[in-house]
């Protein structure tokens, strides 16, 4: 079974309750799931062998959440090389906004960017659809945990 690092941004607490959805989900399949918030990038380079799991919201004009502004920062300035890891996104927003889910749009740039490899497609979970955005994560997790075997 697989290890994840969930690295969490949010600043209202949706991304914060879908991670703890999403890691009871992982654990009842038999996989290893730890939750960083805040994330730091060097604990998260310290285990290529994890895959990565962004879940985040995005705040104010297309930003990434104040508490993952750190571990966007790092990634955008020190380009680390990230070819030996693989990871997912699960992105918050409201689709009335020029700027849906630009903060897991972020993530997802900056790590490819770095050379890491996305299992499957970013999920977008649109918070004005959904009263209840761990139901629309539940069922992207259970098609994505088929990826990562």
């Known amino acids: 079974m697989a290890k994840l690092n969930l690295v969490v941004g949010s600043m209202l607490g949706a991304s914060e309750y879908v991670a703890d959805h999403v890691v009871g989900l992982l654990e009842q399949a038999g996989h290893q799931a730890e939750i960083h918030n805040p994330a730091s990038l060097a604990r998260i380079l310290t285990e290529p062998e994890a895959i990565v799991l962004v879940v985040t ?9 104040d508490n993952l502004q750190p571990f966007a920062r790092d990634l955008a300035e020190q380009q680390p090389d990230l070819a030996a890891f693989k990871y997912g996104v699960i992105a918050l927003g409201d689709r009335s906004y020029d700027t849906f889910c630009q903060g897991g749009k972020t993530l997802d740039r900056l790590l490819a960017g770095c050379g890491a490899s996305r299992l499957g497609d970013l999920l977008e979970i649109d ?23």
């Open 57 to 65: 919201s995005t705040h104010g004009a297309g930003d990434v959440p």
């Open 127 to 149: 918070v004005t659809q959904h009263e209840i955005p761990e139901d629309a994560a539940e069922t992207w997790i259970h098609d994505w945990m088929t990826l990562i075997g």
